[in-house]
């Protein structure tokens, strides 16, 4: 099956810093990709829908300007988390939906996620 | 989407089946039934979709009732890897793709 990778799979930043995480789509084109976060023992929240060349779609709620999204190609978006705090910390998840996939269980494939911690 | 509503926790014997159910009374005729799980510390992971027919494959099958109103997933020789929290996603399939994760049910499987 399709893979989606993650990169860093955990970080560890300075309150203040700004960390980008990347998704990638190995083996196939993602026409879009999504952005979740999940606090401990909590469930997944979708926070943007990047797609490729446009800007992203944020969830209510979610600050754009501090969640800087970039999906410049087919196969890679970034999540940039800037002047972190401690209260970003969380499990950051990406999926991507490959580019003119069937629906089903080609919908989206989920990365590992990527454990930050802001200090 | 329509709601979902999943006991939060259950246990089940290792190479028993496992019958997960969820309840979505207010769904509509053009909304699915997804179903996801999530190993702990991993990206969710699909396991089944179906719309009105009962659906198989190699990791399960899913029963939806003939009103689709509630739906069960079965495991059907649960082992220990299957530990995890599973979701049941009711969605239309629009052009949007979103998946909205509720919090799931979350299966221990006992030796």
């Known amino acids: 099956g399709a893979v989606v990778s993650q990169h860093p799979s955990w970080v560890i930043c300075k309150s203040g810093t700004s960390v980008k995480i990347e998704c990638r789509s190995l083996d196939f084109q993602a026409t879009t990709m999504f952005w979740y976060r999940q606090f401990p023992k909590q469930s997944l929240m979708l926070m943007a829908t990047s797609n490729e060349g446009s800007k992203a779609t944020y969830e209510q709620g979610v600050e754009k300007d501090k969640f800087l999204i970039n999906h410049a190609s087919l196969t890679l978006s970034t999540l940039t988390v800037t002047s972190a705090h401690p209260e970003d910390s969380s499990f950051y998840i990406c999926?991507?939906?490959?580019?003119?996939?069937?629906?089903?269980?080609?919908?989206?494939?989920f990365g590992p996620g990527t454990r930050l911690t802001v200090t | 989407d329509a709601k979902t509503t999943q006991p939060p926790s259950m246990d089940c014997a290792e190479g028993r089946a496992a019958n997960l159910p969820c309840n979505h009374s207010t769904i509509s005729g053009n909304e699915y039934v997804y179903w996801y799980r999530q190993i702990h510390s991993q990206g969710p992971q699909y396991i089944i979709h179906g719309l009105k027919n009962n659906e198989t494959n190699e990791m399960a099958s899913l029963i939806i009732t003939e009103d689709r109103k509630s739906s069960t997933l079965i495991l059907p020789h649960a082992t220990l890897r299957d530990t995890a929290v599973y979701y049941c996603i009711v969605r239309w399939r629009s052009n949007d793709y979103k998946l909205s994760f509720g919090a799931g049910t979350t299966v221990t499987v006992r030796a």
């Open positions: 999926s991507a939906r490959e580019r003119g996939g069937l629906a089903g269980p080609y919908e989206q494939y």
